[in-house]
């Protein structure tokens, strides 16, 4: 499977962003989906995951109430949407998919991932 991330920018903080990332190849129905981020000098760090069905998520406690991952499973497309973005946010996102739930949350776990969209949030 193919995975294409978009939707980033250059935005002032407290700004709104929403990122998509595109499947093709296999129907992203079957994957859990995960977006990561990684800043520059930093690790890749866990944002946000969504289960096939879109009935379970969950977040980083830095991004948690702020951010809301979403995905359209006709559509075969998965969404970051950000609010309040702030400048510790700044970062190149990257989406990922993986078929099972056993950790969603670590880096080394994901078989596919997108090329990743840069977030630069101005102060």
């Known amino acids: 499977v193919q995975l294409q991330a978009s939707g980033g920018g250059l935005v002032q903080a407290g700004d709104s962003l929403r990122l998509s990332c595109a499947a093709s190849?296999?129907?992203?129905?079957?994957?859990?989906m995960g977006w990561f981020r990684q800043a520059p000098g930093k690790e890749r760090e866990f944002v946000a995951v969504?289960?096939?069905?879109?009935?379970?998520?969950f977040y980083a406690d830095a991004v948690k109430g702020r951010f809301t991952i979403s995905r359209d499973n006709a559509k075969n497309t998965a969404y970051l949407q950000m609010n309040s973005l702030k400048p510790e946010d700044t970062a190149v996102y990257y989406c990922?998919?993986?078929?099972?739930?056993?950790?969603?949350?670590?880096?080394?776990?994901?078989?596919?991932w997108g090329q990743g969209t840069q977030v630069t949030v101005s102060s």
């Open positions: 969504i289960d096939r069905s879109g009935s379970f998520t």
């Open positions: 990922a998919g993986k078929p099972t739930i056993v950790g969603v949350t670590s880096t080394s776990q994901y078989a596919y």
């Open positions: 190849g296999r129907p992203l129905s079957y994957a859990y």
